[in-house]
């Protein structure tokens, strides 16, 4: 029987997609499943790793009998995750030790004074501190130590594995027989050097963690062992695996130097190619983009805590709409000079004042429900534009859309207004997952780099338009607006 088919693991933030390709990477079959998000306490945002294993088995298997296809069809697995988020669990039992810490978390912030005079690094990172986001790991892990020692006794009896959830979820459908991250979630850990290619040893030893904790870092197109036949049957290779960012960098195409992507999801990210030579651009993060045997590509990377979870706390919480395809309707009236600051968990780039909060502007008693939807919508747009205010050295070429907050037109015109470059929405805005399948593909010899630009199609282009005057002047409402919402916590 022929090997048609690619199944890919989405791990998103708010919940797990298992996609199957078919060999001209088509996606003929998908299905989903919401995980649930736990706060323990304020700024604590934790999941439940082993629920995210258990439904990720059960929706390969759904997937598989829906398609109506045998598993021994099915040539190899992808694997798309979330950065950042990450947990411990004990190396003999292979259970979890508490649940996973996600890069929501900002418990962390209570340790930045404190890290930031440790002499180890405010001498030798003298420019770290301003960048220090809450989730950090050597923030996030001493606040946590302070607090439950039985972490502590775990760590100091050398009894557990460290990983980002990917490496756990390759440890556990490898029947733990394979410890290992991609490098590109590797370099978004906090404690990796991208630069240098190894786990930053310095801040291993702050938290207590040591090498032999830590996963084998590989390329994105790899072998990452076997998918265990009590999960579908059959062994099935692991042969790509890619942070969910990158993933969207490179399935979209953007293999040249300043090519960049516009990912809208649960929050904002932007991502340019930066090519073979690593370079930092101050305020932004660099991390490796994908690493292909000798071939490294980096990328630099602003974000925003917030933009799909934006428009949905519009929904539920706000109750203003009943779902996100009568967005654009509710909100083509224009925003009435309403403005919202998107700060619902703090602001990161180009801002990095975690203690601002979210905050309307500019209502009037004219104001209405639609207005607000509006305010809330161009906010994407808003947030992102900034980023790249701030990142003007970088002569871009272009911008490529992905995330479901990209289906809106509205976001896409204000963007290429506000930037005065061509953006770019493809057929397929749900790029992570895509990326992962041809890594995959590029590992098992079915495709080549050279092949991935051929396999983006183009659904519309967006170019500055006769309304770009006017959409700048109401992004200079907006940076107002944020500046009334920084430092409110404070």
């Not at 004074?113 to 690094?121: H, M, N, S, T, V």
């Not at 979209?252 to 690593?278: H, M, W």
């Not at 993060?285 to 934006?310: H, N, P, Q």
Request: charged share 20%; with cysteine.
């Amino acid at each position: 029987m022929s090997k048609e088919y690619i199944l890919v693991i989405d791990e998103g933030t708010t919940g797990i997609k298992v996609i199957i390709f078919n060999r001209k990477f088509q996606a003929v079959k998908e299905v989903y499943e919401a995980i649930d998000t736990i706060y323990p306490g304020q700024g604590q945002v934790e999941q439940d790793a082993e629920e995210i294993y258990q439904t990720t088995i059960k929706l390969c298997r759904q997937a598989v009998k829906e398609l109506g296809i045998e598993a021994n069809e099915i040539e190899c697995v992808g694997i798309s995750n979330q950065r950042t988020s990450w947990l411990l669990w004990d190396k003999q039992s292979g259970i979890p030790i508490r649940n996973m810490v996600t890069w929501q978390d900002s418990r962390g912030a209570a340790q930045i004074e404190k890290f930031i005079k440790d002499e180890r690094f405010s001498e030798k990172f003298p420019g770290l501190a301003p960048l220090l986001p809450p989730f950090y790991l050597p923030l996030t892990l001493s606040e946590i130590k302070e607090h439950e020692p039985e972490v502590v006794k775990k760590i100091e009896d050398k009894s557990v594995l460290w990983g980002n959830i990917d490496s756990w979820l390759i440890y556990k459908l490898t029947g733990g027989k394979v410890h290992a991250t991609s490098s590109s979630t590797a370099s978004n850990s906090t404690v990796y050097l991208s630069q240098f290619g190894c786990w930053f040893q310095e801040m291993l030893e702050y938290v207590g963690l040591t090498l032999d904790m830590m996963p084998v870092v590989k390329d994105e197109a790899d072998d990452y062992g076997v998918m265990t036949e009590d999960i579908l049957g059959v062994e099935i290779p692991i042969a790509g695996v890619v942070a969910d960012q990158q993933s969207a960098l490179f399935s979209q195409g953007c293999l040249e130097n300043n090519t960049a992507t516009c990912t809208n999801g649960t929050g904002s990210f932007i991502d340019v190619n930066l090519g073979s030579v690593y370079r930092e651009i101050p305020g932004f993060y660099t991390t490796i983009a994908w690493r292909l045997k000798d071939d490294i590509k980096y990328m630099v990377e602003g974000f925003t805590l917030t933009a799909g979870a934006s428009l949905e706390w519009v929904r539920n919480g706000l109750g203003l709409i009943d779902n996100f395809d009568s967005m654009e309707e509710i909100a083509a009236s224009g925003n009435g000079d309403v403005y919202f600051v998107p700060a619902l968990m703090g602001l990161a780039t180009p801002y990095h004042d975690y203690s601002a909060r979210g905050s309307f502007m500019g209502i009037s008693a004219t104001s209405t429900a639609a207005h607000f939807v509006q305010a809330t919508l161009e906010s994407v747009a808003f947030s992102t534009a900034s980023i790249f205010e701030t990142m003007k050295s970088e002569e871009l070429k272009t911008i490529k859309l992905s995330g479901g907050a990209s289906k809106s037109d509205r976001v896409g015109q204000l963007l290429a207004n506000l930037t005065s470059v061509e953006v770019v929405r493809p057929d397929s805005v749900e790029a992570t997952a895509l990326g992962a399948a041809e890594f995959a593909a590029i590992q098992r010899g079915r495709i080549t780099l050279n092949d991935i630009p051929d396999l983006v199609t183009v659904h519309k282009t967006f170019r500055p338009d006769e309304n770009q005057e006017k959409d700048k002047q109401h992004f200079l409402m907006w940076t107002k607006a944020v500046e009334r919402s920084l430092g409110w916590l404070q």
